[in-house]
């Protein structure tokens, strides 16, 4: 069974910087889609940004141009580096991983889905304070 781990969340202020990381063991980690999902207090849980191969990215557009989502296959990690963050941007911070092998098919199909994602992390917490 896989198990997903993430880590790095904190406090910061606006505008800095916060690098989570996703720890995956029990499967294969380079044939399956991984995904960041996020949930802030008193909403539903939302896509954030999702990899296939190492160029094969897509992202929410709130967070296109601030956040970069990697994979190290090596590691079998999953990253999100987030900069110039913004009080908006506090929440849990989950990663998924989909619940199938192989290529996500089109954007933006099941992509920003979570139905796409079979197993979750249990989230790191991200606050942005003003």
């Known amino acids: 069974q896989v198990q997903l781990v993430e880590s790095g969340g904190g406090l910061v202020q606006a505008g800095g910087s916060l690098r989570l990381s996703c720890a995956t063991s029990g499967r294969a980690f380079s044939t399956y889609t991984m995904a960041w999902f996020r949930q802030a207090p008193g909403k539903e849980r939302e896509f954030v940004a999702a990899?296939?191969?190492?160029?094969?990215?897509y992202y929410e557009d709130s967070v296109r141009g601030r956040f970069t989502i990697s994979r190290d296959n090596a590691k079998n990690t999953l990253y999100l580096q987030m900069n110039s963050l913004k009080p908006e941007d506090t929440a849990v911070y989950y990663c998924?991983?989909?619940?199938?092998?192989?290529?996500?098919?089109?954007?933006?199909?099941?992509?920003?889905?979570?139905?796409?994602?079979?197993?979750w992390g249990q989230g790191t917490q991200v606050t942005v304070s003003p």
């Open positions: 990899i296939w191969t190492g160029v094969t990215t």
């Open positions: 998924a991983t989909a619940a199938r092998p192989g290529p996500p098919g089109p954007w933006p199909g099941t992509i920003a889905t979570m139905k796409k994602y079979g197993s």
